[in-house]
């Protein structure tokens, strides 16, 4: 099938970013996230929306969840230009699932799991571009000069939410809001489990072979 429509799940620092950059240089699609739409608008004024926060930077910064209006509103347009497409960071509760039924059909559901104590590593020793986005480790995916960008010569910098509270706080909201959102496509004929703690080469293969054989 050309032009796969797939949705990856799973917890902050499962690896769904690394994944999703495969999937749309395999198979030719567009990689729609949340997280990049999110941070490139997180000083919208949303005092409008009767929120507890006013913009989503203070959602992000405190670890917590932007609101399902602003972050709809970012999918659907999103998807709406896209020719075939993986989507990475939504939907985040069941809600949002229902609001993407009503936005477009899935090919593929990927489901990538990895346990709670391996996120918290993986995400506090994060470290990102400032400038152009590319995500390191301080441990498993080091630049080659310390606090340098490879691609683009950038600082490299610890997001706000990468502090070890804020994980943890994020991995709290993940499991009372977004893993209900696994259990809901469990059924869906497109599902497929993956082990999100084997090698991102060994991820990769198990995703790839999954996603031929669901669009074949």
Known sequence: MSNPRILILGPPGAGKGTQSANLADEYGVEHVTTGDALRANKDMDISDMDTEYDTPR???????????????????????????????????????????????????????????EELVDRLTG???????????????????????????????????????????????VFDDNTAPVIDHYEDHDGFVAVDGEQTPDEVW??????????TA
Do not use: K, W
């Not at 399902?68 to 990475?88: H, R, T």
């Open 58 to 116: 203070e959602y992000m910064e405190a670890g917590d969840l932007v609101p399902d209006a602003v972050v709809n509103a970012i999918v659907d347009e999103a998807l709406s230009q896209a020719d075939g497409f993986v989507l990475d960071g939504y939907p985040r509760n069941l809600d949002q699932a229902e609001e993407l039924a009503g936005m477009t059909n899935l090919d593929v559901i990927l489901s990538l799991s990895v346990s709670r």
């Open 205 to 214: 293969n198990e995703i790839r072979d999954a996603v031929d054989a669901q």
């Open 126 to 172: 994060r470290r990102v571009c400032d400038d152009c986005g590319t995500n390191y480790h301080v441990e498993f995916n080091q630049p080659e000069a310390e606090g340098v960008c490879d691609e683009c010569g950038g600082e490299l910098i610890q997001r706000d939410d990468d502090n070890e509270e804020s994980v943890r706080n994020r991995l709290d």
